[in-house]
T-cell receptor, first 112, second 112 residues
Framework: DVKVTQSSRYLVKRTGEKVFLECVQD?????MFWYRQDPGLGLRLIYF???????EKGDIPEGYSVSREKKERFSLILESASTNQTSMYLC???????????FGPGTRLTVL | KQEVTQIPAALSVPEGENLVLNCSFT??????LQWFRQDPGKGLTSLLL?????REQTSGRLNASLDKSSGRSTLYIAASQPGDSATYLC???????????FGTGTRLKVLA
């Protein structure tokens, strides 16, 4: 079974802190994605990566950056957390040819 | 700009009822469409994926159809059970990209 894990289920941070969210997949998937999910807005793509060190901006990249140094690991970085970044963050991965996305359990981030 | 809409936002049905969830999208230039299930506070689980050249896919009690020309997909759930209670999301992959656009979901409650 494909497994996508995220470093924390719940996280509370203060405004201005640098925040790291980590995602690890165990299926050698080329593609990895970071989404945020907010009530009434659905899932919105922040960044995705199609290979090691390769990344592309999604629809809402402002205030975020990403790092993919190894194929299995994709990190989302909030450079200076703000209250409007309070959200559920979901990581996903897949093979480009297979297309079915596999999601992690999510990290609920609260920024105070 | 592609928009994905799911109506209704919430639905309650008695156990045993057959039901249909709707998904509409504004741009027919899609590569495929996926239906997902999300349990409260959890990540998404892929249910069915329909390629743009296909008309429908089936898995157990679930059947998803796709009409690209009209920009519509339906998810049919036969003989609903309380365990089907969850939020159901559809997502379209845009042609020529790895990007997926998600609907905001239909929250289904099946009453015992």
């Amino acid at each position: 079974d494909v497994k996508v894990t995220q470093s924390s289920r719940y996280l509370v941070k203060r405004t201005g802190e640098k925040v790291f969210l980590e995602c690890v997949q165990d299926m050698d998937h080329e593609n990895m994605f970071w989404y945020r999910q907010d009530p009434g807005l659905g899932l919105r793509l922040i960044y995705f990566s199609y290979d090691v060190k390769m990344k592309e901006k999604g629809d809402i990249p402002e205030g975020y950056s990403v790092s993919r140094e190894k194929k299995e690991r994709f990190s989302l970085i909030l450079e200076s957390a703000s209250t409007n970044q309070t959200s559920m963050y979901l990581c996903a991965s897949n093979y480009p040819a297979q297309d079915t996305q596999y999601f992690g359990p999510g990290t609920r981030l609260t920024v105070l | 700009k592609q928009e994905v809409t799911q109506i209704p936002a919430a639905l309650s049905v008695p156990e045993g009822e057959n039901l249909v969830l709707n998904c509409s999208f504004t741009d027919s230039a899609i590569y495929n469409l996926q239906w997902f299930r999300q349990d409260p506070g959890k990540g998404l689980t892929s249910l069915l994926l329909i390629q743009s050249s296909q008309r429908e896919q089936t898995s157990g009690r679930l059947n998803a159809s796709l009409d690209k020309s009209s920009g519509r997909s339906t998810l049919y759930i036969a003989a609903s059970q309380p365990g089907d209670s969850a939020t159901y999301l559809c997502a379209v992959r845009l042609s020529g990209t790895y990007k997926y656009i998600f609907g905001t979901g239909t929250r289904l409650k099946v009453l015992a």
